[in-house]
């Protein structure tokens, strides 16, 4: 299973604002095996910013960077993604109860080198939510970035400037 998909009723204005796809009660370590996220509307949430006409249509599609953990919600995950494409995927949602579910691109019915990537606007935010990253050898940092971009940890060079 390469993607996330989460029911949400926040547009990518509030994301970008966020720093991310958030607030996720999600174990780290499972959303760390994809490489997408897909954003399903919530037209029925308190917080939506979508109408009715909207209602489970798939319409973000990340590529996942990375998470962290926002000091104001620190049980929670923020899905930092790196490049999103805009999408329209009709009854996206299978109905859970949890607002996330993993499934993979293909059961979806999407082809991700047919998409139109854009990069995802960074704002800096308050440096304190790196607090909760955990501290890394290059070892360690070489072999998550080759399960990351599917190559061996060899073809991984990283230079460390002081």
């Given at each position: 299973m390469d993607t996330m998909a989460v029911l949400t009723g926040k547009k990518l204005d509030k994301m970008i604002e966020e720093g991310g796809i958030g607030y996720w009660?999600?174990?780290a370590r499972r959303v760390a095996q994809?490489?997408?996220?897909l954003a399903i509307a919530n037209a029925r949430s308190g917080?939506?910013?979508?109408?009715?006409?909207?209602?489970?249509?798939?319409y973000l599609l990340g590529r996942i960077a990375g998470t962290f953990?926002?000091?104001?919600?620190?049980d929670r995950l923020v899905i930092v993604?790196?490049?999103?494409?805009?999408?329209d995927l009709p009854n996206a949602w299978p109905g859970y109860r949890n607002p996330v579910f993993y499934t993979d691109l293909e059961t979806l019915g999407i082809d991700a080198r047919a998409l139109d990537w854009k990069t995802f606007p960074f704002i800096?935010?308050?440096?304190?939510?790196?607090?909760?990253?955990?501290?890394?050898?290059v070892v360690e940092?070489?072999?998550g970035l080759a399960k990351k971009f599917g190559v061996n940890p060899d073809q991984i060079e990283i230079i460390i400037r002081g």
């Open positions: 009660k999600a174990d994809c490489l997408y996220i917080i939506t910013q979508f109408s009715s006409a909207d209602q489970n249509k798939g953990r926002p000091p104001e919600h620190p993604i790196s490049e999103y494409a805009e999408i800096k935010r308050d440096d304190t939510a790196n607090d909760t990253v955990q501290a890394l050898s940092a070489k072999l």
